[in-house]
């Protein structure tokens, strides 16, 4: 089955950085787009970026300059590299698979 781990979170000063990582397993992940959620406190959960299976990506305006997502095919995983963070950058963070999104990891914490 369809299995996504997100970790690299934690807490960082204004103007830092953070790398998050997606683990993968139980499905042909070098096929499919893979997104990066995240859901701010009181907020809805909200696009990131996203990169699809030919390396083509997608930035919310929000990340746009600050954040990158490059994709290990040979490992199945994703990453999130985020920098000149923010406050308003804090929120639980997610990996999913497709778009729409179809699956979904159990989050990572991002406090700035």
């Known amino acids: 089955h369809v299995q996504l781990v997100e970790s690299g979170g934690g807490s960082v000063e204004a103007g830092g950085s953070l790398k998050l990582s997606c683990t993968t397993s139980?499905?042909?992940?070098?096929?499919?787009?893979m997104g990066w959620f995240r859901q701010r406190p009181g907020k809805g959960r909200e696009g990131v970026a996203a990169i699809d299976a030919d390396g083509a990506i997608n930035y919310a305006d929000s990340a746009k300059g600050r954040f990158t997502i490059p994709r290990d095919n040979a490992k199945n995983m994703v990453y999130l590299q985020m920098n000149s963070l923010k406050s308003e950058d804090t929120a639980l963070y997610y990996c999913?698979?497709?778009?729409?999104?179809?699956?979904w990891g159990q989050g990572t914490q991002v406090t700035v």
């Open positions: 139980g499905f042909a992940y070098s096929t499919y787009c």
């Open positions: 999913a698979t497709g778009l729409p999104p179809e699956d």
